[in-house]
């Protein structure tokens, strides 16, 4: 993790549990987590596995 990225989280209001909670969504299109998806919203799958439904935006369920 960049320093960066280390400050914006520490300075931000969000606990560690919110972020967790919020990367862990799962989107009602393919079923991955939000992890998963890029910062487009589109899916790159899962464990080394593409996503193969299509999936071009998070749609949390």
């Known amino acids: 993790m960049t320093e960066i ?3 914006k989280i520490e300075n931000s209001e ?3 549990k ?6 862990r969504e799962k989107c009602k299109i393919c079923g991955h987590h939000r ?3 890029d910062e487009n ?3 790159e799958g899962v464990m080394n596995k593409p996503c ?3 999936c071009d935006l998070f749609s949390s369920e």
């Open 5 to 7: 990225t280390k400050s």
């Open 14 to 16: 969000l606990s560690t």
């Open 18 to 23: 919110e972020l967790i909670a919020h990367f």
């Open 35 to 37: 992890i998963m998806h």
């Open 41 to 43: 919203g589109k899916c």
């Open 52 to 54: 193969n439904s299509g």
